[in-house]
C-alpha cells in the first residue's frame, strides 16, 4: 500500500524560508511526476511546483524565482525549498505524486496519490 508523507510546515515571518519533504513509501517500481498544490481558506487548489523524473521542472508563476522544487528519485521524495515567502502563501500545502507504478500483489498498477497536508503560515 502506498503513503505519501509530507513534513516541514509550520509557521514563519514574512521574508522567512521553509522546506517541505514528502516521502512516498510502498514497493514502488517509478513515479512520474512530483509535484506540490495548495489551498487557501475560501480558494481552490492550485499548483505550486512539479517536476518530472527526468528532472523538468514547472512553477506557478507567483512562486518563480522564490521557490525551489528538486526531488531524490532513489528515496521517492521530493522537497520544496520556499524562501522568501509572503502572507500570501498561507494555505496547506499538499503533495502528489501523479503516474506512480507500485507493486500489488503479483501485478503493476498504476495510481495517482496525494499526502494528508500540511499546513504553511507565513504571518509576523
Known amino acids: 500500500q502506498v503513503h505519501l508523507v509530507e513534513s516541514g510546515g509550520g509557521l514563519v515571518q514574512p521574508g522567512g524560508s521553509l522546506r517541505l519533504s514528502c516521502a512516498a513509501s510502498?514497493?514502488?517500481?517509478?513515479?512520474?511526476?512530483m509535484g506540490w498544490y495548495r489551498q487557501a481558506p475560501g480558494k481552490e487548489r492550485e499548483l505550486v511546483a512539479s517536476i518530472t523524473s527526468s528532472g523538468t521542472t514547472n512553477y506557478a508563476d507567483s512562486v518563480k524565482g522564490r521557490f525551489t522544487i528538486s526531488r531524490d528519485n532513489a528515496k521517492n521524495t521530493v522537497y520544496l525549498q520556499m524562501n522568501s515567502l509572503k502572507p500570501e502563501d498561507t494555505a496547506v500545502y499538499y503533495c502528489a505524486a501523479e503516474g506512480l507504478r507500485s507493486w500489488v500483489g503479483t501485478v503493476v498498477d498504476e495510481y495517482d496519490y496525494w499526502g494528508q497536508g500540511t499546513q504553511v503560515t507565513v504571518s509576523s
Open positions: 510502498g514497493i514502488i517500481v517509478s513515479i512520474n511526476t
